[in-house]
């Protein structure tokens, strides 16, 4: 359903509530307020992403986007407000519970946030060494498949990330994002340096895994969304908050009304 929020709490505190009746949220960011270097990042901030759905963030270059999936994973902490996954508050979650969290979430930061110093091979396999008691024979059949998915060139399993194009460290971010079956996938302009080609095959491969898992997607933009499949909603961030989310014809007729020409088709 579609919602302009106020710019008091009482209407996004309605819609939270609703949407508890419906069915539990994976992931609730209430009341979150931001400030970095004397600016305001967000201002009482909420977002609320059913299982199984596709959210598309959309926000114009500075708005806090990937900010906002940092703090959706624990990574920064907000000066205010609260940040729940599976109804576990993230900011006083055990160690031994927020690495659990995390372990259902796959994230891919728009740099691909790859560790410099290690070869693309093992930047894969980091995930299954580190949270899992796999053999490295099982270890190596699982980033093989992930690898060849994603079209990773295997004559740079063991470059650096350094060595390799940009679209190329987005293809191996990918596949490391992907390698535990997270439930939970948090993308930041996941497509970005990509070939036209490259972008539709990625996102089928992305789409294929959330209907296999019944994953949720989250993900942030710049652009209005043209691929397909096309996300369930749609949300605007502007000046520190989420000023309207809801379908896709709701949100292209909100944009209208608005005037407002850098997102709407």
């Given at each position: 359903?579609?919602?302009?929020?106020?710019?008091?709490?009482?209407?996004v505190v309605?819609?939270?509530?609703?949407?508890?009746?419906?069915?539990e949220p994976?992931l609730?960011?209430?009341?979150?307020?931001l400030?970095?270097?004397?600016?305001?990042?967000?201002q009482?901030l909420?977002?609320?992403l059913?299982?199984?759905?596709?959210?598309?963030l959309?926000?114009?270059s500075?708005?806090g986007?990937?900010l906002?999936?940092k703090?959706?994973?624990?990574?920064?902490?907000?000066?205010?407000?609260?940040?729940?996954?599976?109804?576990?508050?993230?900011?006083?979650a055990?160690?031994?519970?927020?690495?659990?969290?995390?372990?259902?979430?796959?994230?891919?930061?728009?740099?691909?946030?790859l560790i410099?110093?290690?070869?693309?091979y093992?930047?894969v396999a980091?995930?299954l060494?580190?949270?899992?008691?796999s053999?490295?024979?099982?270890?190596?059949?699982?980033?093989?498949?992930?690898?060849d998915?994603?079209?990773?060139?295997?004559?740079f399993?063991?470059?650096?990330?350094?060595?390799?194009?940009?679209?190329?460290?987005?293809?191996?971010?990918?596949?490391?994002?992907?390698?535990?079956?997270?439930?939970?996938?948090?993308?930041?302009?996941?497509?970005?340096?990509?070939?036209?080609?490259?972008?539709?095959r990625?996102?089928?491969?992305?789409?294929?895994?959330q209907?296999r898992?019944?994953?949720?997607?989250f993900?942030?933009?710049?652009?209005?969304?043209?691929?397909?499949?096309l996300?369930?909603r749609?949300?605007?961030?502007?000046?520190?908050?989420?000023?309207?989310?809801?379908?896709?014809?709701?949100?292209?007729a909100?944009?209208?009304?608005?005037?407002?020409?850098?997102?709407?088709?």
């Amino acid at each position: 359903m579609f919602r302009p929020f106020a710019a008091n709490g009482d209407s996004v505190v309605t819609l939270r509530i609703r949407m508890r009746t419906e069915t539990e949220p994976i992931l609730e960011v209430c009341d979150v307020s931001l400030r970095l270097g004397g600016r305001v990042i967000f201002q009482d901030l909420n977002l609320t992403l059913q299982r199984g759905e596709r959210y598309r963030l959309l926000g114009a270059s500075g708005s806090g986007k990937s900010l906002l999936l940092k703090i959706c994973t624990g990574l920064l902490a907000p000066d205010q407000g609260q940040v729940t996954m599976e109804g576990i508050d993230l900011a006083t979650a055990s160690k031994e519970t927020l690495e659990s969290l995390r372990m259902k979430m796959g994230i891919i930061f728009q740099g691909s946030a790859l560790i410099s110093n290690m070869a693309i091979y093992d930047n894969v396999a980091l995930p299954l060494r580190y949270h899992r008691t796999s053999s490295e024979t099982e270890v190596r059949a699982r980033v093989n498949e992930q690898m060849d998915l994603f079209g990773v060139d295997r004559k740079f399993d063991a470059s650096i990330p350094a060595q390799v194009s940009l679209g190329m460290r987005k293809r191996v971010a990918l596949a490391r994002s992907l390698i535990l079956e997270p439930e939970l996938l948090l993308l930041d302009q996941p497509a970005d340096d990509l070939s036209p080609e490259a972008e539709q095959r990625i996102r089928q491969i992305l789409s294929a895994y959330q209907q296999r898992r019944g994953a949720t997607f989250f993900e942030v933009a710049g652009e209005w969304p043209h691929d397909v499949p096309l996300p369930d909603r749609v949300g605007l961030l502007e000046e520190g908050r989420i000023s309207a989310e809801g379908s896709i014809p709701e949100m292209q007729a909100y944009l209208e009304r608005m005037n407002n020409k850098s997102f709407h088709a």
